[in-house]
């Protein structure tokens, strides 16, 4: 398969997804503000919504991929295989264990795929080894943590026109991700033969504490990419990311936008999305406390070096000029307060385009999907009582992999 991205809202062709594991029953309530959720969700309605979430990419003509049958190829493989879990187990502290966890010995395929999601507690390693751990802090202790944020699949990874940018996560209890999407990416068939512009496993230099994550990452178009500076993805990221994209030739222009550094907007997209050419959806209350964004443009001598430049132009004026036609600006919550307020924190904001006027949307945000439809949009609601928990909507349930050319 070949990457192609060059906007939010051409007909979608291909995702990747991850379904929803035994990863969600390792929350409770005691641990789950650890692993970033609001609350417990229920697995198995949790699946059958997300399934349902499918189900509907899958009559649009999009080819589904998931992550855990990618990776279950490439760890059939001891030499991708024997990588991968050293450096997950470097991450979690524990690479005394790289050698028993990458030897097929103890586990199958299988059960090593599905602990990369699902975690590994002491008592669980000791049943399957026979070693037990020196750890005091009892049997119940996790090794190896699940990741139960896993199955927001846009975070990990983003594709900007033929390439990848490979995440570098802001949460440790999220670096696993990145992980395990990198290593697909980087050693399955189906994807090898593409670049990685930014966070490839051959380039240690960018990790931590330089974090990136794919929800703060807007494809205007095949020459621009606006991108948020907000809780999890710092500036000093962008301008890397902007030189790598740069030296490349991906794409000509960066834009940087600072959005509050809050739980409630964690991610550009959950107060941006772009629907269509020139039609936005956003959370306006945001937006209209923003005073400055800033553009990174190439030295001309020295492609992977830029400047950054503060930007005399409006973030509206930008976006008039990067589409070329007048802007339709939809407010969350149709702009009625309290819903706009309610409705973006359960990710009305967070739509996903899978052609030019077609949008999936959470059903809980009515007077959200009331507005797309009454600017002419073919909204698809969806079941989300469970899946919302996680704090992600459609959009970030789905890393897009290839959109039509126009």
């Known amino acids: 398969m070949r990457f192609g991205i060059d906007n939010e809202y051409d007909k979608l062709e291909a995702v990747l997804v991850h379904r929803p594991g035994s990863e969600i029953e390792r929350l409770t309530h005691e641990n789950m503000r650890q692993f970033l959720f609001e609350d417990v969700p229920f697995l198995r309605r949790v699946q059958e919504e997300h399934d349902a979430f499918v189900q509907i990419l899958l009559e649009h003509g999009i080819q589904v991929l998931y992550l855990e049958n990618l990776l279950r190829d490439i760890l059939a493989q001891e030499a991708p295989r024997v990588g991968l879990i050293r450096r997950v187990c470097e991450v ?11 030897s097929l010995k103890y586990w199958s395929v299988e059960q090593l795929g599905e602990m990369l999601f699902g975690g590994l507690t002491a008592s669980e390693y000791a049943h399957a080894t026979g070693n037990r751990t020196n750890t005091e802090r009892g049997d119940e202790f996790f090794l190896l943590p699940p990741i139960p944020n896993a199955y927001f699949s846009r975070d990990p990874a983003v594709v900007v026109r033929d390439a990848a940018i490979c995440s570098k996560m802001h949460f440790r209890e999220r670096v ?7 290593a697909v990416l980087e050693n399955h068939p189906e994807f090898r033969d593409n670049l990685i512009t930014y966070g490839g496993s051959a380039e240690p230099t960018e990790d931590r ?4 994550e794919g929800g703060d990452v807007v494809v205007l178009s095949a020459d621009a990419v606006l991108i948020g500076a907000s809780e999890r993805t710092r500036s000093e990221t962008i301008e890397r990311v902007a030189g790598k994209c740069f030296a490349f030739g991906k794409i000509k222009r960066v834009y940087e936008i600072s959005i509050p550094t809050e739980r409630a907007f964690m991610h ?7 629907l269509d050419r020139g039609v936005i959806l956003w959370y306006a209350d945001v937006f209209a406390k923003l005073r400055q964004i800033h553009r990174f443009e190439p030295v001309a001598d020295d492609p992977r070096s830029v400047v950054r430049v503060l930007e005399t132009r409006t973030l509206l004026d930008v976006l008039k000029e990067e589409f070329g036609v ?25 739509a996903l385009a899978i052609a030019p006027r077609v949008v999936i949307a959470y059903e809980r945000n009515v007077k959200t999907v009331r507005a797309l439809k009454d600017h002419g949009f073919n909204c698809i609601e969806i079941d989300d009582s469970e899946l919302v928990r996680g704090l992600g909507g459609p959009r970030c349930m789905t890393m897009p992999l290839r959109r039509a050319a126009t």
Do not use: W
Request: proline letters at 6%; aromatic letters at 6%; a negative charge.
């Open 268 to 274: 550009l997209d959950t107060v941006f999305t772009v």
């Open 209 to 212: 504490p330089y974090t990136i």
């Open 92 to 102: 979690a502290g524990m690479s005394a264990m790289a050698d028993d966890l990458s």
């Open 176 to 182: 696993r991700e990145t992980l395990l999407t990198q």
């Open 326 to 350: 007048p802007l339709t600006l939809i407010a969350t919550g149709g702009g009625q307060q309290p819903f706009a307020k309610r409705e973006q924190r359960m990710d009305g904001a967070n």
